[in-house]
Structure formats: C-alpha cells, structure tokens
C-alpha cells in the first residue's frame, strides 16, 4: 500500500465568471468544490491506477468533515490526524482565461500537534511500502518537520517520494535522512543548486544534478512542462519526450506525475516504465476539466507517445 501525506490540506472552491468586476458584487452560477491539497491530488492518481493507497494529513473542523465527506464518494481510504481547529479553503476564480487564486493559510497549529501526529504517523508505518509527501506545513510546525517524517520511514526502509520546495525542501537536503526522490521544476533546481541552467542542454541538465546537495538521492525527477522531462536514477540521465496535447486544465498534473512514479515504485517497474508512466498520468489529467482527474481509457494511446532516452 501507498501511504500519501498531507499536512495541510484544504476545500479547493472554484469559481467560473464571465467576467471579474473589482469592488462590486460578482454573482457565480458554476462552483466546484473538492477535497484539495497536493498530497490528495497524489491520492487520487494512485486510486486510479487500482493500487491500494491511504490518505493521512491532519483535517478539522466543519471543512476537515466536508474533505472527508468527499474521499468517502471517490471510495479513497483515509487516517487522518483530526484538531478541533478549522482547515483552510482556497479560492480560485476563473475569468477571462486568468485565474485568480485566494488562498488561506490554514490553521496554527503547536508542538502538541507535532508530536500528537508524529505517533499517529508511526501507527500508519507498519503497513505501507512507500510514501508520498507532498506540500506546505501548517504554521506552526517546525522547518525540519518533513525530516522527521523521513527519518521514521527509514526505520522501516520505506522509500519516501518528496514534493516540496523552499526552506522545507532546502532543510530536508541538508540533513542525514533524504528522500528517495525529489521532483523539483526547473526553478526549483535553481533555488537548490544556485546556478543557472539551461533546460534545452542535456549537459547543463547533468551537471546541475550533479550538485553536491543532491548527492544521496537515488531518484530525481525535473519537470520541463510541454518539454517533458530530464531525470537522474542513481549515476544513469534521461530525457523525456511527450507528444503534444490539449491542456484543458495543468493544476495538478505534477501531482499526478508523482503518483505514476509512486505507482511505478510499488510495482517495481524500470526506470523507463515509471517514467512513461508518470508522465502520462500527467498528460492524462492537463487534459481534463478537473483537477486530479485521470482518464484512463487513454492510457495506452499516449503512453505509446512518450519518449525516453538515455544519456550518455
């Protein structure tokens, strides 16, 4: 089983108008709400390849219902960390082809949250064969926290899949206990590794993740959007080539692309197995109005589009 981590989730609440009028009132027929977050993105990709998956994080209150109301309709498993404290919503208003986001913070949270999850965490370990981590911390969790949830994996040898970034991500590369993959985009790497990069060249592709602060990570993973994407296993380079497609909706698809590596990793698939899957579940979903959305009847087609190839 597949355990996904979301610590912060939310109500993703999306709005559709014509138009937006500033300091006046906006009227919405069309709003869609679902159980949002990363991590439950990541979820929902991995329910759809059929493999059996778990949600936790940490939920509360009536929006911390309303989330778990809705994994109970999509058949998604769940153990969450539950605080009387309320989950946040994020907004996002649809107008004029933009996309204008509103999101909360969430709720502040103390140590007592900290160490009452990491128990609730460490119940959950002995019955999955690989994690996901995905987002934000709730404010009031320390930096590391991410750290701690890698260093108790390892005890178990459970590989852990990271999709962060800033201060949280640059804090888990510093320390002892690392992920088994990171999948940082292309500004990501540049907030990493502190040096310019060029997408289009294979050897500067190389040489970034050759970067020192990468050393000890089996698995990386660059997503390069249209361009597909560049990856290291272990001391082996690959490029990607997807074909092109109709992006209806992109939210999410990198999500979605963890999910295929998660997958990939729980089948032990090849290298270039999981990376033709993972970017087609990506593909899959920024062709489709809802986010985390997968069609599979598909699958196949493009699948059999995806390029990979080795780089010497």
Do not use: W
Request: net charge negative; with cysteine; aromatic share 8%.
């Amino acid at each position: 089983m597949i355990l996904t981590i979301t610590m912060n989730p939310s109500v993703d609440i999306s709005y559709s108008l014509d138009k937006l009028v500033i300091n006046d009132v906006n009227r919405v027929s069309n709003t869609r709400k679902t159980a949002g977050g990363k991590g439950l993105n990541v979820t929902r990709g991995i329910n759809f390849s059929n493999i059996p998956v778990l949600a936790t994080g940490i939920i509360g209150g009536t929006t911390g219902k309303f989330i778990q109301e809705q994994l109970d309709e999509d058949n998604i498993a769940y153990n969450f960390y539950v605080t009387p404290k309320e989950s946040r919503n994020c907004i996002a208003i649809l107008h004029q082809g933009n996309q204008t986001e509103i999101l909360e913070a969430g709720p502040r949270l103390d140590n007592d949250d900290v160490e009452q999850f990491l128990q609730h965490y460490k119940k959950l370990l002995n019955q999955v064969k690989i994690i996901t981590i995905s987002g934000s911390l709730p404010l009031g969790f320390p930096v590391n926290f991410y750290v701690n949830l890698i260093e108790l994996a390892s005890e178990y040898q459970i590989p852990v899949l990271l999709d962060s970034s800033g201060q949280m991500l640059l804090t888990t590369l510093k320390s002892q206990y690392k992920p088994y993959l990171i999948k940082p985009n292309q500004e990501e790497l540049k907030q990493i590794i502190q040096m310019d990069i060029d997408v289009n060249d294979s050897h500067s592709l190389i040489k970034a993740l050759k970067h020192d602060s990468l050393d000890d990570i089996p698995l990386i993973v660059i997503s390069l959007g249209k361009n597909g994407a560049f990856a290291r296993c272990f001391n082996h380079y690959y490029q990607v080539s997807i074909p092109k497609i109709n992006v209806v909706n992109p939210v999410g698809s990198g999500d979605i692309t963890l999910a295929g590596l998660a997958v990939s990793l729980h089948e032990n698939e090849s290298i270039e197995v999981m990376l033709k899957r993972a970017m087609t579940m990506g593909m899959l979903n920024a062709m489709e109005a809802q986010t985390g959305f997968v069609n599979m009847n598909n699958y196949h087609e493009y699948y059999q589009q995806v390029e990979i190839k080795e780089i010497i």
